[in-house]
């Protein structure tokens, strides 16, 4: 998340100039054009009250990457996993005596 660019999306979004932005999230509007320019970055306490003042909530979703942390190792794990599986011989017949699942 860039707080730059979510700075400039909230204010945007409300309609507001960066004086009466500045003015109600108290702080300058030079310093407000500082963290949307990227020259300075706004605590997250800061920057929770900024975009509370610009009538929007801050909200952050974590998500874990695909592969985890190392691609790399993960694939190295799937294949440790595949061939175990390769291994163990299948149990079962080679057609199901049962209906396909949604079919009548």
Avoid: W
Avoid at 3 to 14: D, N, Y
Avoid at 40 to 57: C, H, M, W
Avoid at 83 to 93: E, G, K, N, S
Wanted: glycine share 8%.
């Amino acid at each position: 998340m860039e707080a730059s660019a979510t700075l400039r999306a909230a204010r945007h979004g409300a309609g507001l100039s960066l004086r009466s932005l500045a003015q109600r999230a108290h702080t300058s509007h030079s310093t407000l054009a500082a963290y949307e320019g990227g020259h300075k970055v706004p605590s997250v306490e800061t920057l929770n009250r900024i975009i509370r003042s610009a009538g929007f909530a801050l909200a952050v979703e974590l998500r874990a990457r695909r592969g985890g942390p190392d691609p790399a190792e993960r694939g190295r794990e799937l294949l440790e996993v595949l061939d175990l599986a390769a291994q163990f011989p299948a149990r079962h017949a080679s057609e199901l005596p049962y209906p396909r699942f949604g079919s009548s």
